[in-house]
């Protein structure tokens, strides 16, 4: 993609986030049903400005309450996720410090856990359970950590332990918890090899800008969604077993993806 086509695509995007932003600010205010559904608004559009094409194989559970458990490659991953259908995000604290995005996540009303202490933990497990029970579906990405979108690193079962806390606080007897693989697997209408990889991973300390600005000039991107088999979750289910079961299933759904 040229520059002028980027920088057009860049300003449409600053467009749309400049209706989004004020509007979804008074929809948590004032209470509004709207809350839930102009984020996925937002998202599909905002991939339409940076050329991103999605593919679904599967579908989302109907099982709720739902928690959803995909691998992670960027922060392309959160709009690519929650275009798909009304849908929150269980984030590390710092990321409601980041620039622009951290307010994007507050206004996608994500629960932010704090994994270095034990108590605000266990808070974010209560309000994850209130979400849960409210019946929104809720994203967590169990490997703790972005990667470079060709593998998948291993599930920490201890961030399933905020399911199992959720069945508490939201008096549930169970949680279905679903898998998901996110396969990015053509950019510019070309097979997307290793050395294109670092244009959508973000990992390291990449900055966001140069990051972004590869992503919008990359002339076009195309993502694959599976949806895996959901697994009830509930107070007799072993977390470390679900965790590795989950994994093997991510994983088998992207290498599916990225080698047919």
């Given at each position: ?9 860049l300003?449409r995007?600053a467009?749309?986030?400049a ?10 205010r ?23 094409r ?9 099982n709720?309450?739902?928690?959803v ?21 269980v ?22 856990v704090?994994?270095?202490r ?23 990405f ?5 990667s470079?979108?060709?593998?998948v ?13 959720a ?8 949680v279905?918890v679903?898998?998901?693989?996110v ?13 294109d ?5 973000w ?18 991107i ?13 107070a ?19 290498l ?5």
């Open positions: 993609m040229n520059r002028v086509v980027a920088v057009l695509a300003a995007l467009a749309i986030t209706v989004a932003l004020p509007t979804q600010m008074a929809a948590l004032f209470g509004w049903p709207l809350a839930r559904t102009l984020p996925g608004w937002w998202h599909r559009r905002a991939l339409g400005s940076l050329g991103v999605i593919r679904e194989h599967g579908a989302p559970a109907t709720r309450p739902l928690l458990t995909p691998n992670h490659c960027s922060w392309l991953d959160i709009p690519v996720i929650g275009s798909l259908m009304p849908i929150s995000f984030a590390k604290a710092e990321v409601a410090t980041w620039p622009l995005f951290g307010l994007l996540a507050k206004l996608q009303r994500s629960v932010f704090d994994r270095t034990r108590t605000a933990t266990g808070r974010a497990a209560d309000e994850l359970g209130r979400r849960l029970a409210d019946g929104d579906c809720m994203v967590l169990p490997e703790g950590t972005s470079t979108g060709d593998v690193l291993p599930f920490r079962s201890a961030l399933l332990g905020a399911a199992r806390g069945i508490d606080a939201g008096g549930h007897a169970e279905w679903q898998p998901m693989s396969a990015y697997t053509r950019i510019a209408g070309m097979p997307m090899g290793r050395a990889r670092p244009r959508i991973g990992t390291g300390d990449v900055d966001l800008p140069p990051h972004l600005w590869g992503v919008v000039t990359a002339g076009g195309d993502v694959e969604i599976v949806w895996g088999e959901p697994r009830p979750f509930d007799r289910t072993d977390r470390k077993a679900l965790a590795a079961s989950l994994e093997r299933e991510v994983r088998a759904g992207l599916a993806r990225l080698r047919p």
